[in-house]
């Protein structure tokens, strides 16, 4: 395994001896930079991504307000990373799995969740697949092959490489993308699932969206290092840095791993340099860590707006379309939120289903105690007393298990 | 019936969970070429290929991760972790991942297909890292099964039900009995429920609760007991989560008496939780307190081991205060 | 006295710590310059500098690792894990490395000088994810320590002690007080002690027990009984391990009933450990089964959390039935 | 923190782009190879270094052959392995801290562990600093700066990060340095404290004894790289390769490394190439699982013979010394042998101190129920029965503890 060559002196090598470059296609203007081929992209795929980029925005525009406005009690922005996640998601087919770490609602939307299915989730109300028991952004859905998201970091990427072990035992030619933050990559769970793929040859894609900071830390105290791309090398595995926020590239990177993935079932790493322009999370204020130049820096190399102006250079979209697509998702937005935020919770039940395959007695013996006790005092459960009146129209909550 | 020891039963059942469904995947450290440390593996890669048996790195958090992944995916990976003392670097994946993956997306994914088989428990000299009974911090995660058989027998029908159940389970191999407890057990596939006790011999006296190796334990003091007249009612729970209250309820309230024993330390061990169920659910029947026979508030020893393990005299003494509380 | 809130309660202790003594050290994920997403370090490294209050990569395992290493060598590090759900990539640590240092290597070496605090509970409309009480899984482990605070004056006085303390100690921070918990907290240093239990309030009928945020819940529910008449005696128990079963056990020798209350699952949860222990020894004194109100053997749910908590109404049920057996 | 050069086509990179070399001193026959430096190591150093060689090889065969005998539950041997434990830990400062996974005794026989202390821990009498409760080979030495073994693999990793900063703090100029296997670099635990270390800068010294096996799993399926040295790029971390059976080599890159590590407070990894030519344990048969063809090529790499054909060239050792001190040896660990399984077990009360700082009062009550019962059968407790009647003298065992 080890290469040959032998040294007579002690002469240490530091990481600096490796330089990783970082792939571009375009420029911010929307131009192709020289020597930069013209990704074999269609009309209709592109505007299918921009339309995702746009809808991530606006999504994430409406919500955060939503949760400003005390409607809704948390929320997380991928602001800034629209690129980095649907250009890789785009890349992909559309059955290969994606496992997200909570940044990533644009895949979500490139896939065609609808504004309802976030809405439900959001509001944790009785269409939500998850039964209303995680918190808002943890998204998740069978049917667009998008794992549901699980909030401790990291445990997703040791996870793909099974998942990804197990495609390629079906033998479909499927494969596996799983994103992470550059704060998660420094969890054992990173190194585990980053060794374990590669050992068992399993077609997984790392795609770590590298956005400076993780909530406060920047990356400068996560890492010694250059970056994360470098930690490839430690596995054997081949690995690429792109520029995230330029969504040819991250597409054509993208592209490139899955067919390594698939083709030789070796893992990738991809390492996607981005900016998170957002908070952390509703919960968080970026101005106690960073500046606001530095925040401007970043807004100036907006994602969506390269993208964008390339994709009018093609003329492949117009300002006009983009004003009445942004007028419709605002509209969708706030009238699947209405909708969303009346809802009822989830049935009483869902308290102990899904705990085990079928609900064990002790559980039913807890479920009975505890509804008697709502049935003694309706007033203080409002939630669980309507919950116990018998509803009229069974509605259907499988949508996501297709 | 052919007679096998413990580790011949779990091999056995493995290998007709392999033939059966090329969905069963089986790996953990040295468990490939080699069969395991303990030989549990045995031929099984030779047998059904590199692909569905193997040896991992070296690292716990990713073979459950790899599992889980495996299990979401729709295999049925049984992952071996090498001894129950090192199960904990991949407490976060069993615990936050494994045990809430159905809860948490609603039913969309589920990793039921996941067994992990660990040797656990003492009596082998094995100090503190080698002699660990971890049950008790597995049985306070709802959405596992916790599962220990007490002989080939059990072993061989338990581990095809953790296999074929839907849910994941974590499957205790009392490593003290691997060689040392051999009997009777069938060739063909069958399977024992979970979730379930066994009354193992009934009496009227005292109900006496355990489970794996303790049983062993629980014979001989029983046997003692019996001498003096005192008739044991001797119960396998077989299942640590869920359990089977039901069973132990109902010959408490014939006997009226209870001991429950374990090795794992006293504060926080699963007697306890038995203990607070009972005395609740018995109260008027009760006799005398519940008494538990375990290891001490400490970590597990070495040289003074033989002190340290509730051995059959201790229990048998458990049964006498007991009695004559 | 001055009033300040958990938060700042807790401040003001590791500022004490820190200006003491020059060995003590915080860290964890956030902790540095912006002093934690709760902010319980605030200006601590504006005060002592980088070196000794800093952000660490984002690792629990890393985190209490180099903790560890930090106390063996005779540092006095304060680890922060920002949820106590994100402790379990830790618990290899915690459980066969921390809680068995000094055992292991014959009191050669000990890492009694680490305190780790986390914050823990329900309540703040967190889900699964962040509301975990994971005190259970520490109790079954010798050689920690686990205390809880349950208001400001508590705070301060319990996390000086753990700090000073020869032993390592979890501290688990009841976040749904952080801010909503408020009292008089005096400038000064002080300790109050560890392993012992605080008799909140006398009474003659039944005992009731808790610790953290559960204590405001009882405090609601004894209100309501003694509008009934019912004598309350409530006991905090604030160090789960090691527990003070003494004060509960003079408690209920004198009141005859129990009820012990915590946030979460019941089964294995410390409620149990504690039913298991009063009944053995108060045996003769129960006049009803021990009562545990506890969260439903399920994961921690979000849209229905108020249904699943056991707050004042249940804990008051469990008093009137205890009562009226 | 990342390198700024772009690139416009999508180029994966692979580990293979990285070579690393290996560092070797000597030639099998002790020569110096060319273009090496001759070590600063003086006669008296160098036969101290020896001296620990040989010791170890000794005290293996000797305590192997024990085991089989019987007298001894469990053993494992450093064979093979010597050099690079003997040759790293002559490197140091004797007060600097060493954590060992646990095939590292060489390293406590450099420093003077006495056989006595050995056989105490490996019989787990009453004088085992350790009181009895670990298996063998799990030394520990406060007053030789050897941190006690732990069974549970990688944990002393982020351990000794933490260590060491705390060494940094002090400072007094001391280091750490922490043993592990190829097996162990796969924990999660191995990637906690490389970034801790790095982030933090920590005068660590990684050390990696990759002597191709994990009991039964060789190298190529615990990692799909070029073995452990690469990751250190991943950590912004220096590096080197080396020979692990060549003394000098060793000597001389730990001598580098502790400089950098304490010089500069930056951590370091060495990478010692080696090989495990006993098997795993005394539990462990390798005819299972590798051949006698590639143990014989190894076995002709053997590291004491090497340092002892340098040695002699420079005249600091003869066949004769040789012979002298292996029967001195011999003679000496098997009178210890003797003495030390006699010695009775650790106290009775060892089975309840040390689990806090002071005996807990739940510990003491459970202490005095086991007290009772034993005295009501003493016949199936012998030993306990032993240590409950009271004895003359009371022995000091705190010799380790100074
Ligand atoms: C195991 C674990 N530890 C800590 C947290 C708390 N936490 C949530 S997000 C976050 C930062 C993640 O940073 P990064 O991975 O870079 O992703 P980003 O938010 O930048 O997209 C932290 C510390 C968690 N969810 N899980
Ligand atoms: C966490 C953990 N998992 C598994 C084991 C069991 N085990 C003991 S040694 C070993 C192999 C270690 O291999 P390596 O690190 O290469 O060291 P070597 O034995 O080759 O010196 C294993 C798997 C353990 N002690 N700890
Ligand atoms: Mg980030
Ligand atoms: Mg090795």
Redesign the pocket.
Known sequence: MTTAHEIHTPDFLSGNDVSIPTYRVLSQAGDLLDGADRPSLDRDKARRIYQAMLATRVLDERMMASQRQGRLSFYMQCTGEESAVIGATAALDDADMIMA?Y?EQGALLYRGFSIDEFMNQLFGNELDYGKGRQMPVHYGSRKLHYMTIS????TQIPQAAGYAYGQKLAGEGLCTLVF?????AS?GDFHAGMNMAAVHEAPVIFFC?N?G???STPSSEQYAGDGIAPRAFGYGMQVLRVDGNDLLAVYRATQEARRIAVEQNKPVLIEAMTY?LAA?SSSDDPSGYRSKKEEEIWREKDPVLRFRHWLTAQDWWSDEEEKTQQEILRRDVLDTLKRAEKRPPPPLESLISDVYADVTPALKEQMETLTAHIRRYPEAYPKGARLLEPTEDTRDNTQGGA | MPTRNMLQAINQALDIAMAEDEKVLCFGEDVGSFGGVFRATSHLQEKYGRRRCFNTPLVEQGIIGFANGLAAQGSVPVAEIQFADYIFPAFDQIVNETAKFRYRSGDLFNVGGLTIRTPYGGGISGGLYHSQSPEAYFAHTPGLKVVVPRNPHQAKGLLLASIRDPDPVLFLEPKRLYRASTGEVPDEDYQLPLGVAEVVSEGSDITVVGWGAQMEVIGKAVALAEKEGISCEVIDLRSILPWDEETIAESVFKTGRLVVTHEAPRTGGFAGEIAAAIQERCFLYLESPIRRVTGLDTPFPLTLEKEYIPDHLKVFEAIRESMHF
């Open positions: 770490q940044r909030s401790p970091l990291g992470f933050g550059e704060g998660a969890e969206r956005n900071y993780a909530i998170r952390h």
